[in-house]
């Protein structure tokens, strides 16, 4: 279990991340149109919750959001950041030997982007391709029954657009209907962090229900590959990622998608 001086260094590297964007910072209650660039855009969506027992840090997986993040930009593909609350919104993972974090952090438009997240609320669907759930434990919390974040889903995927989400993040998707009421996962091919893996790390302990069990419920069809090994699943506009070993194809499974697409 990660210790209080562990959870403090996280907070002092959010702190340095809203000290280097304070300049140009944006107050996260404020309606916001995202940024003009050519082509069009991806959504990647990050936890706010930031804790699980009394001192872990929740909130992202940090390599979940730079691998894909990586992979959009070498594409040549746009993207914003929102979060439930807007905001700094709280990280763990963060390592600067990590190829895609330490590519993350030494640009500080990006850093900026990560800080000043769009609220879900105030979020625009109608702007954006693909949307990306970001995994880390934070969304087994203030993903689940998101009002906010399943009017986001559907109205991008009922637009013709793509629906990808890793590791934790398809907790984004329990419970999603479509406007037609017909339940989004239902039948579909879909991957996650398993069960196997959360109790390798004693992680089930932690968090308030199985991931892996809970999409099962709802009747998803569940695909993984051993465990921490690399999985993407893809049934036709959703695209799935097992484990944070997963987030670097899994950026470039939804890249490809785009591709084919012509969106």
């Known amino acids: 279990m990660k210790s209080p001086r562990r959870r403090a260094l996280v907070q002092a590297v959010a702190a340095t991340f809203a000290i280097a964007s304070a300049g140009s910072s944006v107050a996260a209650g404020t309606s916001i149109k995202p940024s003009e660039m050519s082509g069009k855009r991806i959504l990647i969506v990050v936890s706010?919750?930031?804790?699980?027992?009394?001192?872990?840090?929740?909130?992202?997986?940090?390599?979940?959001?730079?691998?894909?993040?990586?992979?959009f930009s070498e594409a040549g593909y746009a993207y914003d950041i929102a979060s439930p609350q807007g905001g700094m919104p709280p990280f763990d993972g963060f390592d600067l030997k990590d190829e895609g974090n330490s590519w993350f952090w030494i640009q500080p438009a990006l850093r900026n982007k990560?800080?000043?997240?769009?609220?879900?609320?105030?979020?625009?669907?109608?702007?954006?391709?693909?949307v990306m759930l970001v995994g880390g434990h934070g969304p087994m919390w203030d993903f689940v029954k998101n009002?906010?974040?399943h009017n986001v889903v559907r109205r991008i995927y009922e637009n013709g657009g793509i629906v990808s989400a890793v590791c934790h993040g398809p907790a984004g998707l329990l419970d999603l209907k479509?406007?037609?009421?017909?339940?989004?996962?239902?039948?579909?091919?879909?991957?996650?962090?398993?069960?196997?893996?959360?109790?390798?790390?004693?992680?089930?302990?932690l968090i308030p229900f199985q991931l892996e069990t809970a999409l099962k419920a709802q009747k998803a069809v569940f695909e993984e590959a051993d465990i921490f090994k690399a999985r993407v699943?893809?049934?036709?506009?959703?695209?799935?990622?097992?484990?944070?070993?997963?987030?670097?194809?899994?950026?470039?499974?939804?890249?490809?998608?785009?591709?084919?697409?012509?969106?």
Not at 114 to 130: M, T
């Open 48 to 71: 706010s919750h930031d804790r699980k027992g009394q001192d872990m840090v929740a909130g992202f997986w940090f390599p979940e959001l730079t691998h894909p993040a990586k992979v």
């Open 114 to 130: 990560l800080a000043n997240s769009l609220p879900l609320s105030k979020v625009d669907a109608s702007k954006y391709a693909a």
């Open 147 to 149: 009002n906010d974040l």
């Open 178 to 205: 479509l406007t037609n009421g017909s339940a989004f996962i239902e039948g579909k091919k879909l991957t996650a962090f398993t069960n196997e893996e959360e109790v390798s790390r004693q992680y089930d302990k």
């Open 233 to 263: 699943v893809i049934d036709d506009r959703l695209i799935t990622g097992q484990n944070p070993a997963s987030a670097k194809p899994f950026g470039e499974a939804v890249v490809a998608a785009l591709k084919a697409r012509s969106l």
